[in-house]
């Protein structure tokens, strides 16, 4: 089956302009999830949705960081006035949700390498 | 969460077992040992993870001493497709699952060549 999607891929934006990054979930899946992953170094939390709830957002580097999603499946990073320190791989990753004593395995998606020149 | 130590690169040969050494000393009685693999250009993929002494899939094998301060991660037989970078995490039963979010350090990053 389809597993998790991000567009796009590959995104260049110039110091001070906004950005919107796009996940797709694998249907069905509950939990969603954003990390950053900055070169060489392992991936790191931005935040996590619940359905269309998001119930974390501690990761979120600064209040130009916002994410969305309205109707609990699709999911939507913004990033407002990007700085070169912005630039990164954005990963996004789902998994199923419901009984708590049940693991869960994350799926992620290929990510979005974003650019700040 | 107890912290990981593991080295950051290794190089191996293609026919070659891979053994990476995961270090956690402080590993709590309730933590599990679970490895990820994250391809160039991809996310990370669950790969295995263990509680005690071996556990085994079609991708890799977990080595778990009885003292649980160290584990390791064995790749038989490696391909160039095995060239990724391996990152070990520790947590409960249910970290990294759908009730939160994983913490991953830097990884192991192997290097297989012909």
């Known amino acids: 089956g389809a597993g998790v999607s991000q567009s796009p891929r590959y995104k260049v934006a110039k110091r001070g302009q906004d950005v919107a990054l796009r996940c797709d979930p694998i249907?069905?899946?509950?939990?969603l999830f954003w990390y950053q992953q900055a070169l060489g170094q392992g991936p790191e939390f931005l935040t996590y949705?619940?359905?269309?709830?998001?119930?974390?957002k501690s990761g979120l580097p600064s209040d130009r960081f916002f994410a969305e999603r309205p109707e609990g499946s699709v999911s939507t990073l913004k990033i407002q006035r990007t700085q070169q320190e912005d630039s990164a791989v954005y990963l996004c990753?789902?998994?199923?949700?419901?009984?708590?004593?049940?693991?869960?395995?994350?799926?992620f998606g290929p990510g979005t390498r974003l650019t700040v020149t | 969460l107890a912290k990981t130590t593991q080295p950051i690169s290794m190089d191996s040969y293609e026919g070659q077992e891979v053994n990476i050494t995961c270090s956690h000393n402080?590993?709590?009685?309730?933590?599990?040992i679970t490895w990820y693999q994250q391809f160039p250009s991809q996310g990370p993929r669950f790969i295995i993870q263990?509680?005690?002494t071996k556990v085994t899939n079609e991708v890799a094998s977990l080595f778990i001493p009885a003292d649980r301060k160290s584990s390791t991660l064995s790749l038989p037989r490696v391909s160039l497709s095995d060239t990724a970078v391996y990152y070990c995490?520790?947590?409960?039963?249910?970290?990294?699952?759908?009730?939160?979010?994983?913490?991953f350090g830097k990884g192991t990053k192997l290097s297989v060549k012909p």
């Open positions: 949705f619940q359905n269309e709830a998001q119930l974390d």
């Open positions: 995490l520790v947590g409960d039963r249910y970290y990294g699952g759908s009730q939160g979010n994983l913490i």
């Open positions: 402080n590993i709590a009685t309730n933590d599990y």
């Open positions: 990753a789902s998994s199923l949700w419901g009984d708590p004593g049940t693991y869960y395995e994350q799926y």
């Open positions: 249907s069905g899946h509950v939990s």
């Open positions: 263990g509680y005690k």
